[in-house]
């Protein structure tokens, strides 16, 4: 009679008593083996197509997105985020990077608590047209990829400079079209607010 392994893993071994049998000799410890390894699927899309009944401890790397996902028995979740080079924010007219010496103003996707998260770093300096921040507040001169792209509407609050500034944080709206966009400059009832740099160190918002 089979028996299974040392390790509780539940994997066949065939016994020198069990009836002769290629095929079960095969496939069996095989079958067994490649649910409990790290499987590797295209996309999600595919991996869900093939595993219709996934198993709770179940892993697959994602290729086209580089994400290890697991099922937790009732869903897929992510695991670890494969390497994301850090990329520069493409500036719109009226900002520059590196300001007060932060350095350029970055972005990259990294797994936070099992989620895709965009890990922002550097900092800009900002100009203004009388009291109005350039380009209405928007930082980005073309649209982030979908890849850094919320599925709904992420507001965080990030630092800026106290110089010609009554506030020392701002509001930042990571925005579903990948546009990234400042808020809390200009002139209001506490007073004028016109930093002329705005950091991202340490900021993030989920995808």
């Not at 295209?42 to 996902?69: C, D, H, I, Q, W």
Request: net charge neutral; glycine share 12%; proline share 5%.
């Amino acid at each position: 009679m089979a028996t299974t392994d040392a390790y509780g893993q539940g994997i066949p071994i065939t016994t020198l008593t069990d009836q002769p049998n290629a095929n079960s000799l095969i496939f069996g410890p095989v079958d067994e083996l490649t649910e409990r390894s790290v499987m590797r699927f295209s996309s999600a899309s595919a991996r869900n197509a093939t595993l219709g009944s996934p198993v709770a401890g179940m892993v697959a790397y994602l290729t086209t997105e580089k994400l290890f996902t697991g099922y937790d028995g009732t869903a897929w979740v992510v695991l670890a985020a494969g390497t994301s080079a850090w990329t520069n924010v493409p500036l719109a007219s009226g900002y520059s990077h590196n300001g007060n010496d932060n350095g350029t103003f970055q972005y990259r996707v990294v797994n936070l608590f099992g989620e895709k998260t965009v890990m922002l770093q550097g900092a800009i300096n900002a100009t203004y047209s009388g009291s109005n921040i350039a380009n209405g507040g928007v930082v980005t001169s073309i649209a982030l990829p979908s890849s850094a792209r919320p599925g709904s509407l992420r507001t965080v609050v990030i630092p800026c400079s106290d110089v010609s500034s009554v506030r020392i944080t701002l509001k930042l709206d990571a925005q579903p079209d990948g546009h990234l966009k400042i808020y809390g400059t200009g002139t209001g009832s506490d007073g004028t607010s016109k930093p002329p740099w705005i950091g991202f160190n340490g900021v993030f918002y989920s995808l």
